[in-house]
């Protein structure tokens, strides 16, 4: 059964860093996967995205503090968080898509202290 499962939030002070992974499970040939995240009260908004030829987007806000990259072997994508602020909390979530649909995991709580 096809699942999406994402790890690696938690709490973290500001200026400090997090690693997200996002493991697919039984999801053949995977062409986007991007990182979503939503705040209370606020729309999801996409974080950061790579495609199947490691072409990346970032959201506006990510201004260089973020990398997004990923494993194909292991079919992981990861999202390094450096110098995180309380701006950043959020639910983040995993997407992965193929030709036929997107996949979305269950999400990961970062928390971002002042």
């Known amino acids: 059964q096809a699942r999406v499962v994402e790890s690696g939030g938690g709490l973290v002070q500001a200026g400090g860093s997090l690693r997200l992974s996002c493991v697919a499970s039984?999801?053949?040939?995977?062409?986007?996967s991007g990182w979503y995240r939503q705040a209370p009260g606020k729309q999801r908004e996409l974080v950061a995205s790579?495609?199947?030829?490691?072409?990346?987007e970032y959201g506006d806000f990510v201004k260089g503090r973020f990398t997004i990259s990923r494993d194909h072997d292991k079919n992981t994508v990861y999202l390094q968080m450096n110098d995180l602020e309380p701006a950043d909390t959020a639910v983040y979530y995993c997407?992965?898509?193929?030709?036929?649909?997107?996949?979305w995991g269950q999400g990961t709580q970062v928390t971002v202290s002042s």
């Open positions: 997407a992965q898509e193929n030709r036929l649909r997107r996949y």
């Open positions: 039984d999801i053949f040939s995977i062409g986007f």
């Open positions: 790579i495609t199947n030829t490691d072409s990346t």
